[in-house]
């Protein structure tokens, strides 16, 4: 299963047009029903948010929502203590919505997909790690996976 973050379905709804690429939207629609493609509640709040037209085109095609429950916020409380982020003081890096998706992912022991920038050596200050850094941390251990990637690894022919 793959837990999708809202950068990774806006980048695709923006750079992979329905109406120019039907094919793989009709691929994406068979992972929702599937459930291989499932994004938590928070995630989907913000593609409805800043792609209002992708989160009503989730919504016609039935996408799981993960809602956000004590086991995920008991987690990502424990990363945002990994990551020495006091109260609201988020660096520019992960904010909590995005804890919240990665303590998700882990929950369900799901891959994260997601488009923010990889950060090759983490910051000097932790509370600067993007999303992929975070997962890759020795106690968070999340596999994590790009759009691009996500596509390719399936091997699926768009016609």
Known sequence: ???FDASSMIYAWDNYPLQQFPGLW???ANQINKQFLVMPSVAFDEVAHKAPECGKWLRNNNLELLEINNAIIHDAMRIKNLLGIVGDKYGSGVGE????????ARTHKAEVVTDEKWQPALPKKLENCKIPAVCDMKGVAVPWIK???YIKRSEAVFR
Do not use: E, G, H
């Open 1 to 3: 299963m793959q837990v």
């Open 26 to 28: 009709d691929w994406m």
């Open 97 to 104: 919505n995005d804890l919240f998706i990665i303590a998700t």
């Open 147 to 149: 759009f691009i990637d």
